[in-house]
């Protein structure tokens, strides 16, 4: 079993909501902090959200990002065609000493 | 503006070694972790290993996928982190990312990232 898990795909229109879900495997992992990185076709990953809810500077405001027990979900709201990627969850694990990511959602924007 | 660029990809065959390096600016390097990652190709995203600054030990953590086979160093005086590789695989055929790590309570946060640099292995 994974330690985090996410759907493999999501997509919604332009303008619309949409959220990606990131589980969890066990409740004692991301209790430092779920990490979301934005990975856009030929680039390299970008971080979207630390620490479960925490804007970098410069990510604009329609990202956004929870976490409750061991479930926790990136909202992109106002949805537009260049947020169409791969979109990854992350977090440290203690035991390994190293982090861990989820498998990655790749968002369409039909 | 931080920046990080890799270098020292290529095509290797199976069984040789290569070494990586990335290039910081823009940033106090040796107050940072600095995190090696990679992406096989079609794939998710891979931790690969870390080095604590060296005024934090400069201690390093490899992922059990490639220990023995991959170590990790830096240069503080020239900010640079290298990935040295070993007894590559097929397996290891990836675009390796470099990325500084910013603590944040007692998060751990790869926050900066390099555009990564391809390695393939391959006879």
């Known amino acids: 079993q994974s330690v985090l898990t996410q759907p493999p795909s999501a997509s919604g229109a332009p303008g619309q909501r949409v959220t990606i879900s990131c589980s969890v495997g066990t409740s004692n992992i991301g209790s430092k902090g779920l990490n979301w990185y934005q990975q856009l076709p030929g680039m390299a990953p970008k971080l979207l959200i630390y620490s479960n809810d925490q804007r970098p500077s410069g990510v604009p405001d329609r990202f956004s990002g929870s976490k409750s027990g061991t479930s926790a979900s990136l909202a992109i709201s106002g949805l537009q065609s260049e947020d169409e990627g791969d979109y990854y969850c992350?977090?440290?694990?203690?035991?390994?000493?190293?982090?861990?990511f989820g498998g990655g959602t790749k968002l369409t924007v039909l | 503006e931080v920046q990080l660029v890799e270098s020292g990809g290529g095509l290797v065959q199976p069984g040789r070694s290569l070494r990586l390096s990335c290039v910081a600016s823009?940033?106090?390097?040796?107050?940072?972790?600095m995190t090696w990652l990679r992406q096989a190709p079609g794939k998710g995203l891979e931790w690969v290993g870390f080095?604590?600054?060296?005024?934090?030990?400069?201690?390093?953590e490899i992922a059990a996928s490639v220990k023995g086979r991959f170590t990790i160093s830096r240069d503080d005086s020239k900010s640079i982190a290298y990935l040295q590789m070993s007894s590559l695989k097929t397996e290891d055929t990836a675009v390796y990312y470099c990325s500084r790590v910013r603590d944040v309570l007692a998060n751990h946060v790869p926050d900066y990232w390099g555009q990564g640099t391809l390695v393939t292995v391959s006879s």
């Open positions: 080095i604590k600054g060296n005024a934090y030990g400069g201690t390093t």
């Open positions: 992350a977090t440290w694990h203690d035991t390994l000493y190293g982090w861990v």
């Open positions: 823009g940033f106090t390097f040796a107050d940072h972790a």
